[in-house]
């Protein structure tokens, strides 16, 4: 497989870090097709530990400057792992409902945000930020790979899926108070 630069139209994505790929190594290990590194990584503490899972799990590790140059415009990027998309559904617990999200650094903030706060499903209503996008991963510092998450057409169709739940909205110039 030719490794190219994202588009969401992909079956697949990639992280963008040490740190981002070792939180997928640990939450998603069957999800992983392959890990690249740095020649020059091997001084960063987390390309052990990266190592470490890759072999436990029989990940491919690549040792490739080529690659990871291609995907990541940083220096200071010295691990990529490419992992399968995949679909989920959200669980019973409370949800975070965004809106036609548009902003790649705060979905990632957003989700990094949920997990502190203990919440773990984001529905999301399209149009809305591909969860997959590798600047969307680097943002959540892997957090997106610990939440379930779930698209939606529209509201109503996420009332539908979920009707019996507690709304609580905030949202900027809103109506009401």
Same mark, same amino acid.
């Given at each position: 497989?030719?490794?190219?630069?994202?588009?969401?139209?992909?079956?697949?994505?990639?992280?963008?870090?040490?740190?981002?790929?070792?939180?997928?190594?640990?939450? /998603?290990?069957?999800?992983?097709?392959?890990?690249?590194?740095?020649?020059?990584?091997?001084? +960063?503490?987390?390309?052990?530990?990266?190592?470490?899972?890759?072999?436990?799990?029989?990940?491919?590790?690549?040792?490739?400057?080529?690659?990871?140059?291609?995907?990541?415009?940083?220096?200071?990027?010295?691990?990529?792992?490419?992992?399968? /998309?995949?679909?989920?559904?959200?669980?019973?617990?409370?949800?975070?409902?965004?809106?036609?999200?548009?902003?790649?650094?705060?979905?990632?903030?957003?989700?990094?945000?949920?997990?502190?706060?203990?919440?773990?499903?984001?529905?999301?209503? #399209?149009?809305?930020?591909?969860?997959?996008?590798?600047?969307?991963?680097?943002?959540?510092?892997?957090?997106?790979? +610990?939440?379930?998450?779930?698209?939606?057409?529209?509201?109503?169709?996420?009332?539908?899926?979920?009707?019996?739940?507690?709304?609580?909205?905030?949202?900027?110039?809103?109506? #009401?108070?």
């Amino acid at each position: 497989m030719k490794i190219k630069a994202y588009h969401k139209d992909f079956e697949y994505t990639y992280t963008l870090g040490v740190f981002e790929t070792i939180e997928l190594l640990y939450s /998603k290990p069957n999800l992983v097709l392959r890990v690249y590194i740095k020649s020059n990584s091997y001084q +960063n503490k987390g390309i052990k530990i990266i190592s470490e899972i890759c072999r436990e799990n029989k990940i491919d590790l690549i040792e490739s400057d080529n690659t990871i140059s291609k995907l990541s415009k940083k220096d200071n990027c010295f691990a990529v792992a490419i992992i399968k /998309k995949y679909t989920m559904e959200l669980d019973d617990a409370n949800h975070v409902v965004l809106v036609n999200p548009g902003d790649m650094g705060n979905m990632g903030t957003i989700i990094r945000t949920m997990l502190g706060f203990n919440y773990s499903n984001l529905a999301i209503i #399209k149009p809305g930020v591909d969860v997959f996008d590798p600047r969307v991963i680097r943002a959540s510092m892997g957090a997106l790979f +610990n939440i379930n998450f779930e698209y939606f057409d529209s509201f109503s169709e996420y009332l539908d899926k979920y009707p019996k739940r507690n709304i609580y909205s905030l949202m900027l110039k809103g109506a #009401k108070n």
